[in-house]
């Protein structure tokens, strides 16, 4: 690990600087938890197609596209086209703009459970007015949702995202922990917490509060957790279960989106009653967007007596409406289709850069999503993927920075359009060599791991 480290270091000088710079007026020079890794994050100058460089002058394949959002990959020319096309007619006004309707058509053409939509600026956001709707609606307070499940940072879903499992009570009937401290104290009453892929204790939730849950929230594939598939029958059951219990379902497709022209729901033919929506409907700018049944989205209709209120300086802003309706006019079933084929041809060659290495892993994932984890357990959820070894996760991170690879710190990638099968087997070819280089590591935290 050391010597990892040490190239890490003699690699990124200028990124060391700006991160002393940062920190003297960001704490801890960070504005955004999730891009922050130890000893400091690359600071990165330009991104073009699949790859960006860092202020040293590194170039990366990007297997991170900040955090999925940039499924046509960094600089797309029909996004920078339709933006620049924009922009000189002005950025924001407190009025409707036909760009915004353009967007919302294009989603409910795509998105089957989607009548009606709304757009704010976040994932967070649509989240947030999901819930709220299904708490007006239905008139109840609970809520269900999955333990590890993340649904951005406000107060009402910082709950259970990666708790202490010493903590979180029994593995088939966990306990709401808060995520962080700050939170309001009633904040975890309101929670319902299940273990992922088991229907039954969503039948049990409902059981032991009749007539109190408003809605269960989920993303159909968990990225927080490594983009666990979810078991056969499972969402459809899920489904079922908050029917019967008078509820309303939420599927969180910020990131899951991408798996097919109508996201998770059309991939695994479930509908939900509400769709929370972010990333690639941006084109790399804010955005956020909910949107799902006619009856339930009325309840923001302005013309309504009591209409809910929903506001934002920038929503429906021009740039991120054009940037959002020019990734979705090139983003169809085709390039999915290619895209989804390139995620299997990726999740193969892992899984045998793992095996060439003498190391065993976990390969998961779906689509153009996938997981190296380090474990020789199957994981299947939350309490699986908490006990992979976090030191082991982190070093493979760094070891793949220094061999040009961009990825989200806890092990997983997404792909972008630009890619094709030779950054599939580069990143195979780097994980491959970066664990050859941790075996010493890995035989000092999780031995089990070697074979032979």
Known sequence: MADALQRYLERTPASRRLHEQAREVMPGGDTR???WWAPYPIFVDRG?????????GNVYLDFLNNYTSLVLGHAHPAVLEAVGRELP??????????????????LVRRVPSVERVRFCNSGTEATLYALRAARAFTGRQRFIKVEGGFHGTHDAVEVSVAPPVDAAGPADAPVPVPASAGLPRHVADDVIVVPFGD???????????PGEIAALILEPLPGGFGYIVPPSGYLAGVRDAVRRGGALLIFDEVQTLRL???????????????????KIIGGGFPVGAFGGRRDVMDLFDPTR???????????GNRATMAAGAAVLRVLDQAQIDRLNGLGDRLRAGLREAVHDAGVTAQITGAG??????????????????????????????LHLLNRGIHLMPRGSLSLCTPMGDAEIE???????????EMRPEIEQIAPRLLAG
Not at 89 to 106: D, F, H, I, N, S
Not at 305 to 315: D, E, I, Q, V
Not at 426 to 436: S, Y
């Open 260 to 278: 097919s022209r109508g996201g998770a729901q059309e991939y695994y033919r479930v509908m939900p009653d509400l769709t929370a929506m972010g």
């Open 48 to 56: 073009e197609g699949c790859r960006i460089w860092d202020v040293d």
């Open 305 to 315: 007596p009591g209409a809910l209120h929903h506001s934002g300086t920038f929503n």
């Open 368 to 397: 153009s999503f996938a997981s190296v984890l380090l474990t020789d357990r199957p994981v299947t959820g939350y309490r699986a993927r908490a006990a992979v070894p976090a030191a082991l996760q982190s070093r493979l991170h």
């Open 199 to 209: 229907v039954a204790a969503v039948e049990r939730a409902f059981a032991r509060h």
């Open 33 to 35: 938890s999730s891009a």
């Open 89 to 106: 007619r002005g950025t924001a006004y407190a009025a409707p703009l036909a760009a915004q309707v353009e967007l919302a058509a294009m």
């Open 426 to 436: 580069a990143c195979a070819v780097a994980v491959g060599d970066a664990l050859r």
